[in-house]
Every structure is written in C-alpha cells, then in structure tokens.
C-alpha cells in the first residue's frame, strides 16, 4: 500500500489540492498528517473540511493548539496574526474537529507501524532538524516509520530500525522551495519518497492580502522562507 505522508497544511488548501491530486495520480490510499492544519493562510475552514472529507488522518499541531486554548504567547507577531484571524473565522464545528485530535497518532500497515508527533517523542512541541535525528527516535517512539513536522524542513534519515521523516510543510515551506512538499511510503517496499509539487501560491498570497494578514506572510510563502 502506497501511504501518503503530510504535514504543516497552514490553512492552505490551494497547495492541499495540489498534493492530494498527485497522491490520487500515484495511488496513495491512506493519508497521515504530522499537526498544524491551521495558521498563517486564509482558508482554515476549506482546509478542516479537506481533511474530514479525504479522511485524513491528522494529530495536534501547536498552531491547531493555540486555537483551541487561545493562548498565542510562544508565537512570533505576524503567526499571532494569523491566529487571531484564524479564531474569529473559524467555524465552531471546526474547533470541535480540531479538538478531538490526539498529540500523537499510529497505525500499522503490512507490518509497518507509522508513528506521527509533531515535535519529537521528547516534546511535541521540540525542532527537530535533520542535524538533530538519531535512531534512538525510532526506539522512543516504537515506530518503523517515524513522522515529523513543525520545522518545515524537508528530510529522511533511515536506519537499521526504521526512518525518520519530515515530509516538509504542504502550505508555507522553509526550505527555500516554494513547493508544496510531502512524502509517499510504499509499505510492500519499505521505500520513502520525499516529493515537491508546484501551486499557485501567488492566488493564496492574493487571498491573504485581501483578507488583511500580514504581508510578512506572503512573502515567506513565495520564497520558500
């Protein structure tokens, strides 16, 4: 079974089309999401809603966090922006959603046990850079494949227990790419894939200005920042 691996969406769900179009071309039948579905762009409710209806699978990201506790203090002003938007926008049916998701999810496919946190087994909330993985990871999380996010960093380490990855961010990658970024994991071959896929980011970068976020935001989206 092909498995669809995602992370940091942000509320964008032109890139999230994008991807899942190219997951459904692929043959992708079962999608797992690391947290952040919410955040710095300017389709929050559309983006719940792709979720519900794709059926994908998703945890707590700390952006889908601070909406439900409304506490914004841990985050930079223009994301603080964007989350006092997001919270007057959003629908209380999709604060429910958000609520009843986990810190971490897993599932086993084929023998494989994936493992979703959205920081580290250490600390949901923890960066965890490729310079940073070890295999230790895997044995903590009592994974084989072990699903990061919250970097935005696009990598894959493997190792005689397993791999760690970081798909990178669907909807505001950092990595310089302004590609939407994810990964396919073929449980029949263990092999991970770390794929891109264009969008048009300038219509997402349209919408956020006319929703009054702050420019700052629009310019990471365009340069991969």
């Not at 990061?148 to 950092?174: C, W």
Request: charged share 20%; aromatic share 8%.
């Amino acid at each position: 079974m092909l498995v669809g691996l995602i992370s940091d969406v942000h509320s964008n769900t032109t890139a999230l089309k994008a991807v899942l179009s190219e997951m459904e071309r692929m043959g992708v039948e079962k999608i797992l999401h690391a947290g952040d579905i919410i955040g710095y762009n300017p389709y929050p409710n559309e983006t719940i809603e792709m979720f519900i209806e794709h059926k994908i699978i998703s945890i707590l990201g700390n952006h889908d966090r601070a909406i439900i506790t409304g506490d914004y203090s841990e985050f930079n002003p223009y994301a603080a922006a964007a989350l006092l938007w997001t919270k007057k926008v959003i629908s209380p049916r999709n604060v429910d959603y958000l609520q009843s998701l986990k810190s971490r999810e897993h599932f086993t496919i084929d023998n494989i046990h994936f493992v979703a946190i959205h920081g580290s087994p250490r600390d949901v909330d923890e960066y965890i850079f490729p310079v940073n993985v070890s295999a230790h990871f895997l044995a903590v999380a009592k994974a084989d494949v072990l699903v990061l996010g919250h970097t935005h960093v696009q990598f894959k380490k493997e190792y005689s227990l397993g791999i760690v990855l970081n798909p990178g961010s669907v909807g505001q990658p950092r990595d310089e790419n302004p590609d939407a970024a994810f990964a396919v994991y073929d449980t029949m071959t263990n092999v991970a894939r770390l794929k891109r896929i264009n969008y048009d980011f300038e219509k997402v970068i349209e919408d956020m200005h006319n929703a009054h976020l702050p420019d700052k935001l629009g310019l990471r989206l365009r340069y991969g920042l």
